[in-house]
């Protein structure tokens, strides 16, 4: 595959180019192009492998505890995704889960917690998980009913958590639950939950069209220690949202990953499939959704390297994350389908490079926020970032011209 063109941007560092270059190596000899029958051991196998090659040393922050970087590398973690999506879905979401599931250690844990945690996260010895969504409350994120109540040193947990990726598999959870310090998302308190404790359980195992370990656990009477608890009570929505921000441009730079993928595939057939006398890549309409393809995919990619940028200088990202992922994740299922279309029957038989795309893809419009959720993120930032500065002018210019025409008047 030639070098995407995108490392030269100015939204990356010489070490993020350094980091694709010899990670495209490293799958190019490491991972197979396939599913493994045994998703579990796969995942597992894959982890591990992630882990001794050193490229889970970037899921997480702090160099005291096997980190790359002190700080949550956002561009790392998106050149990571992009090119592990590139050759492997399977590979991509091993990568993704361990920093998503460690994600709220690193930003809030204790240095207990993460001495704990992030270590083995890092060697690839621990799974992690990040258990949000309910069956009652997805998009509703507020609507949890999953309860926490505090009696003497540990919290008593009952309730449910449902489409939990690594859900049978992880050796920890990051778990979200009601402790009701005050009504709706300001009632929510994060935990780390081991899956060995009493009362935990794996009610329900999920086949889904990208296959990936995925689960619905429930929880009677589990007694969660308070040194257990991640960050402060009633923080537990703040605790999310922070870690989705991260994590939400990484599942942008996936779909970009996925993208580039269909659109080699698709210029590989183009230039070699003979129809009426010529290539397919000789047709105008062919050449047409070629450049839509190329174009979308460069648009998503910058708006994904943005994100991943500003967060890395500091700021909040809230509004450019969910941009990104609006954008990559959608593009990306159109470039896909394009490619499929250009493969005629060909595209269509299960295990082709571009249907297991097809399917690799669909997901990533849903979980992490689904597109209609991202788009009221970015409404509702724009709506009050107006709200905040551009009304204000306006009045003031408002009440400078009724001035002016009560001076004339006068
Ligand atoms: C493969 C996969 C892996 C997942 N992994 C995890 C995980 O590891 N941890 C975790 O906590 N969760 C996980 N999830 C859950 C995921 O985050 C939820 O599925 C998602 O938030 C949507 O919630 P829901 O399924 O309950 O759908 P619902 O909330 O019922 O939404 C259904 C649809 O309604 C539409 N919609 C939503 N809000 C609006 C609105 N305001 N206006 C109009 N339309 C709207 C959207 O199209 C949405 O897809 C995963 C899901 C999938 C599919």
Not at 13 to 40: F, G, I, K, M, V
Not at 97 to 118: C, H, N, P, R, V
Not at 322 to 339: C, F, G, H, L, S
Not at 363 to 375: C, K, N, S
Request: net charge neutral.
């Amino acid at each position: 595959m030639a070098e995407p063109s995108f490392l030269d941007w100015p939204f990356l560092e010489p070490r993020h180019r350094t980091l694709a270059r010899d990670l495209d190596a490293w799958c190019a000899t490491h991972l197979r192009d396939s599913h493994d029958p045994n998703l579990d051991d796969a995942c597992r196998k894959l982890v591990r492998e992630l882990g001794d090659g050193g490229w889970l040393k970037n899921a997480i922050a702090g160099s005291a505890y096997g980190a790359a970087s002190e700080n949550i590398d956002t561009r790392a973690l998106c050149i990571i995704r992009e090119t592990l999506a590139r050759h492997s879905g399977l590979a991509d979401f091993a990568f993704a889960m361990q920093g998503l599931g460690s994600g709220a250690i690193t930003l809030f844990g204790t240095d207990a917690q993460k001495k704990e945690y992030l270590p083995r996260v890092a060697a690839g010895h621990a799974i992690a998980a990040f258990a949000l969504s309910e069956p009652e409350a997805g998009s509703d994120v507020a609507a949890m009913r999953c309860d926490a109540k505090l009696t003497g040193n540990s919290y008593v947990l009952n309730g449910e958590k449902t489409w939990i990726s690594n859900g049978g598999i992880a050796d920890f959870y990051v778990l979200f639950a009601r402790t009701n310090e005050a009504p709706g998302s300001r009632g929510i308190t994060a935990f780390i939950v081991d899956p060995k404790t009493p009362g935990f359980e794996i009610a329900e195992r999920f086949k889904i069209m990208a296959p990936h370990p995925l689960a619905r656990l429930k929880f009677t009477n589990c007694q969660i220690p308070v040194d257990h608890r991640l960050g402060e009570p009633g923080q537990g929505f703040k605790v999310a949202m922070a870690t989705l921000d991260v994590f939400r441009t990484s599942v942008a730079a996936a779909a970009v990953g996925f993208a580039r993928r269909a659109l080699s595939e698709a210029l590989g057939r183009a230039t070699s499939r003979t129809m009426f006398g010529q290539k397919l890549a000789d047709f105008q309409l062919t050449q047409a959704k070629l450049a839509e393809m190329a174009t979308g995919i460069d648009a998503a990619a910058l708006l994904t390297y943005r994100a991943a940028w500003l967060r890395d200088a500091g700021r909040r990202v809230t509004v450019e994350a969910a941009m990104a992922k609006m954008t990559a994740t959608e593009t990306a299922q159109r470039v896909i389908d394009a490619a499929m279309q250009m493969f005629g029957g060909q595209g269509v038989v299960t295990d082709e490079p571009v249907e297991r795309l097809y399917r690799e893809i669909r997901p990533l419009r849903i979980y992490e926020g689904a597109t209609e959720v991202q788009q009221l993120i970015i409404a509702r930032g724009i709506i009050s970032s107006f709200q905040e500065h551009d009304r204000p002018q306006e009045r003031t210019k408002r009440i400078e011209s009724d001035k002016t025409a009560t001076e004339r008047r006068s």
